[in-house]
């Protein structure tokens, strides 16, 4: 069954270590406002939802559907690990 967006501002703010009065603090708002989020009494404004993600440490996509993005991370290599031009091209 899938989490409701108050179960999963709930699960992942507790995932964070922070209250519901910590959440409030960093986002400018209540705690009474958090606790009805969570409830599920009402929903986050649409505003506060970049800053929601980004405290919980999610995309807004994640903080709303609760599916996670399986993008592969993209890292550059330090040259002395990377391959020479040449030995990566098709010789014929």
């Known amino acids: 069954m899938d989490m409701t967006i108050g179960k999963r501002i709930a699960f992942l703010r507790k995932e964070k270590g922070l209250t519901q009065e910590e959440l409030a603090q960093h986002m400018g ?5 958090v606790s009805k989020w ?3 009494q009402t ?3 649409i505003s506060l939802l970049p800053s929601l993600a980004k405290i919980l ?3 807004v996509d994640e903080l ?4 996670t993005e399986n993008i592969p991370a993209v890292r550059i290599l330090p040259e002395n690990e990377r391959k020479d031009i040449k030995d990566m091209m098709l010789r014929i």
């Open 29 to 33: 708002i209540s705690p009474q406002a």
């Open 38 to 40: 969570e409830n599920d």
């Open 43 to 45: 929903c986050p404004d």
């Open 57 to 59: 440490g999610v995309s």
């Open 64 to 67: 709303l559907s609760g599916k």
